[in-house]
Structures are given as C-alpha cells and as structure tokens.
Nanobody, 122 residues
Framework: QVPLVESGGGLVRAGGSLKLSCAAS????????MGWFRQAPGKEREFVAG????????SYADSVKGRFTISRDNAKNTVYLQMNSLKPEDTAVYFC???????????????WGQGTQVTVSS
C-alpha cells in the first residue's frame, strides 16, 4: 500500500509526445498488474492501458490503441506510459493504478496515485 507517484505530465502540442512515469516502493510491485487511467473534467474515470506483472501482456482502450504504449521496469519499481500522436481529446488528469493480482481487468485496480495533468493544445 505504498504511494504511487506519477510524473511527466505537462503541456504539449497536438501531434507531440509525452512519457509518464509511475514510481512505487516495496516488495510487491513485481507481483502486481499496473494500469493507467484518465479523467477529464465532468467525465468519469476512463481506463487507458494495463500491463501484467511481468510486462508480457498489455491492453489498451480503443481510443489510444496504436498511439500509447505501456511498459514496466520491475527492477526500478516503475511503470511508464509513452504517449505519441497526442490529440486535444487526450487532455485529462492521468492516474497510475495498482491491482492486487498478477493480471487485472479495468475494474480490478484498487490503489491509485495522485494524478498528473496532461494538456494537449491545438
């Protein structure tokens, strides 16, 4: 139940790229599926991407498939979200999330970071 700390958000022009990082501590990270979610003002939280505990299996929302890549480095207790070809519709607060399982569906994540703002301008 250690904190998840996101970083890497900011302002970017449409078509640009950002890479988000989520750092955790402790002995259980390598046994947990990890994910990224986002929430725009007035909208519900949306699943973006997930990755299993070893990093060999990933899943993506249709809206980001082909543009975003989730990865992890268990030696560093860190999960990443590489975001390419960003669109204004990607503007949101992005949250890192952890599940208490090796694999997880979007509703199975139950521990959250504080969020990092991503703003994409036209």
């Amino acid at each position: 139940q250690v904190p998840l700390v996101e970083s890497g958000g900011g302002l970017v022009r449409a078509g640009g790229s950002l890479k988000l990082s989520c750092a955790a501590s402790g002995r259980t990270f390598s046994s947990q599926a990890m994910g990224w979610f986002r929430q725009a003002p007035g909208k519900e939280r949306e699943f973006v991407a997930g990755i299993n505990y070893r990093g060999g299996s990933t899943s993506y929302a249709d809206s980001v498939k082909g543009r975003f890549t989730i990865s992890r480095d268990n030696a560093k207790n860190t999960v990443y979200l590489q975001m390419n070809s960003l669109k204004p519709e990607d503007t949101a607060v992005y949250f890192c999330a952890a599940a208490h399982s090796y694999y997880a569906r979007p509703y199975e994540y139950d521990y959250w970071g504080q969020g990092t703002q991503v703003t994409v301008s036209s």
